[in-house]
């Protein structure tokens, strides 16, 4: 624990992770770039471009014609391009009369930084469709791909879930196996102290940073980044700690298999972050998962947890929404607790 | 009941990893308050013997048993009573001096002050440094760690895996001392180590090799029975003369010795036959004298009969 490097990481990292995500979202609509094609002037045109460059949250960039739209998105002067139909007037007029109709303009992305993608093309929807909002083929939109869009917020349970595995699991088995292979596992096995408390007197320091963790955490998501924080602050407490343990069971499963340092990072990256980034739903949800891997999702203990500190969180769902997570996650712990002692040896081999 | 009045016996262990035999047969037993010295090349399974008998490993084959118990049934016993310093240096490199003894003394539950009396003589050599992190300590200053540490339990056998590798030649000679002092108090100690010069300092050794003891005797005795007439020779070229003295059928081993090459009579051997055979080759400047042979010699006697 005279590690204070590693000590610093730990405790920075959540911080600087949950500022990063959190700003680097709430500032995205703020200046999107936005150029706009005319084929023919008409007064419906007008009144759109001037709702456009009133908007706070859009850099009105003028008009361009149909050929610079590639130049244009590429060189990044602008993040998107509305384009109008050259019949626009009397396309809105049948869109206001009839509620339906053909797409009177295009939305053209730079999908490059998807985020602000997502962020932009819904702002720009909202604000070219108006009241007629309820219709999505009045906008016609382009992007290399279009999830729902995504609140900021969103982030915070995400990052939760990654942080508490990764400090959880990952320094824990590190740790462990760091003492197998430095010889200290030896003279500590040859002793009276059961391995088994060594053990866990490792995981303990592990355990209550990951609780300030979790404090700097929720109290940064509250008066940070101003999230609702609706749900019961028991509840998300009682979650995350289930959470916590299932991390270390994790990760006293992992310095059971692995004999050496790198070889328990390789596992914890392998069978840990990468699912947990790319399945958990943290970045991607689990709905717009190909059928192939929703299953595979499922396996992922963090999927849960961010599901159900989402719901928690953000929505202020009650304990009995989150039951089925909760429970998942209790089952998870347990049989990973069960496999990890089972897997334990307080021999060498 | 034999096994309670011996500190360690072991009989017939074996053990393999994967296809290596690491331990073929092996067995020897270890008296109360002795000093015995497990002596052999790097991969004799010195370091696994070791391990089986503090209860790391289990052998495939045959029994063993520290202080009257059995190292599979009885190991969490085994593991109160037994001091273990492994090969490698095993202590937490980021913990003071102080902080390590502390920390092995709540291991096994008592304190420092309670024992300091087992560890003074050693512990004291590096108090000065008691604030200092045993990173970086030297090497000789964390053998005396080490060893501090497997001693603060009054442990009744003590288990020192090459305790003087990459020690230097005064602190090695420092450290035989303790363990001689140590043994004084009624320790029973089993030491392993690749020196054959440090052979000397034990009471009974065992000579090994691949997985086999070679012999165990007292280091007296080993040199007393060698029997054969042992002699050290030198000529001004000593890569050809080594090259020649194999060659002659009366020369039943040669082998290089450092400055003399050693040189152990068959049948028909007469010194001053060998002169004048050698002048004859072509040899000048040679010098012949009979010696004592030391363990060295004894191991690799005992290694060509086993061929």
């Known amino acids: 624990m005279r590690d204070s490097r590693t000590m610093l990481i730990a405790l920075l990292m959540p911080v600087v992770q949950i500022l990063l995500f959190g700003f680097a979202i709430s500032t995205e609509v703020n200046n999107v770039n936005v150029a706009v094609v005319v084929p023919k002037w008409d007064e419906e045109i007008r009144q759109s471009v001037n709702k456009l460059s009133s908007n706070p949250y ?110 959880c699991a990952m320094l824990t088995s590190v740790s462990i196996v760091r003492e197998k292979e430095t010889g200290t596992m030896d003279v ?15 995981m303990v320091p592990y355990f209550a940073l990951s609780c300030i963790n979790l404090t700097t955490i929720l109290l940064l998501a509250r008066f940070v980044l101003g999230i609702p924080m609706s749900g019961n602050l ?34 914890s990256a392998a069978v840990m972050l990468m699912p947990i980034v790319m399945l958990s739903g943290m970045m991607f949800p689990v709905e717009n998962m190909p059928d192939v891997l929703k299953p595979v999702s499922a396996i992922v203990p963090a999927r849960w947890y961010i599901d159900a500190m989402r719901k928690l969180l953000i929505q202020g769902a009650s304990f009995n929404l989150i039951l089925k997570d909760f429970l998942i996650l209790v089952g998870m712990t347990l049989a990973l607790l069960a496999l990890a002692l089972k897997n334990f040896k307080d021999k060498l081999e | 009941m034999s096994t309670t009045t011996l500190a360690i016996e072991v009989n017939g262990v074996s053990k393999s990893y994967g296809s290596i035999k690491a331990l073929d047969k092996v067995s020897l037993c270890v008296e109360r308050g002795e000093l015995f010295g497990l002596i052999g090349p790097d991969g004799a399974g010195k370091t696994t013997l070791f391990k089986i008998l503090v209860t790391l490993l ?17 190991y969490k016993q085994i593991r109160a009573r037994v001091g273990y310093m492994p090969g490698k240096f095993s ?24 024992n300091y009396d087992m560890v003074a003589p050693i512990y004291k050599q590096i108090e000065p440094f008691k604030n200092r992190r045993a990173g970086r300590l030297s090497g000789g200053m964390k053998q ?54 440090e052979a000397s300092r034990c009471d009974r050794i065992a000579l090994c090799n691949s997985g ?44 290089t010795a ?50």
């Not at chain 1, 407490?237 to 959470?243: A, G, P, Q, R």
């Open chain 2, 212 to 255: 086999k003891v070679l012999d165990i005797d007292s280091p007296e005795h080993m040199v007393e029975k060698f029997g054969s007439p042992l002699y050290a020779i030198k000529s001004s070229n000593m890569f050809g003369l080594l090259k020649d003295l194999r060659s002659f059928d009366y020369v039943a081993n040669c082998y």
């Open chain 1, 188 to 202: 500590l096995l040859v002793s009276p102290v059961r391995p088994l408390s060594i053990i866990f007197a490792k």
């Open chain 2, 91 to 114: 202590l937490y490199p980021d913990l003071t001096i102080e902080e390590n003894m502390e920390f092995f003394a709540t291991l096994f539950g008592v304190t420092v002050e309670q």
């Open chain 1, 58 to 167: 859009i850099t009105y960039k003028g008009v361009i014609t149909e050929h610079d739209i590639d130049q244009q998105l590429r060189s990044g002067k602008v993040d998107a391009i509305v384009v109008f139909a050259h019949d626009f007037d009397r396309l809105m007029a049948q869109w206001k009369q009839n509620g339906n109709g053909k797409a009177a303009m295009q939305l053209i992305m730079d999908a490059s930084n998807t985020i602000t993608a997502q962020a932009g093309a819904g702002y720009l929807n909202n604000i070219l469709a108006g009241d007629l909002m309820q219709s999505n083929s009045l906008v016609e939109t382009h992007m290399l791909f279009n999830p729902q869009m995504k609140s900021a917020f969103n982030f915070v349970p995400g990052i939760m879930g990654m942080i508490f595995i990764l400090i």
């Open chain 2, 258 to 307: 450092g400055e003399y090459h050693h040189l152990l009579a068959g049948n028909g051997f007469d010194a001053r036959q060998l002169v004048s055979d050698l002048e004859n080759r072509g040899h000048t400047n040679v010098e012949l004298k009979g010696i004592v042979p030391d363990i060295e010699d004894v191991f690799i006697k005992l290694l060509s009969n086993e061929d």
């Open chain 1, 234 to 267: 028991g509840s998300i407490i009682t979650v995350s700690l289930v959470y916590l343990l299932l991390s270390l069971a994790l990760g006293l499963l992992i310095s059971t298999v692995a004999k050496k340092q790198i070889v328990a990072l390789l596992i």
């Open chain 2, 58 to 74: 289990n052998a495939d084959e045959g029994t063993a048993h520290v202080d009257g118990l059995d190292v599979v049934k009885d």
């Open chain 2, 144 to 197: 005396k760690l080490a060893l501090s540490c497997a001693l603060i339990h009054r442990p009744s056998v003590l288990f020192l895996d090459e305790p003087t590798t990459g020690v230097d030649a005064v602190s090695r000679s420092e450290f035989w001392d303790m363990l001689y002092s140590l043994k004084q108090q009624g320790l029973s100690i089993m030491v392993s180590t690749p020196y054959m010069d």
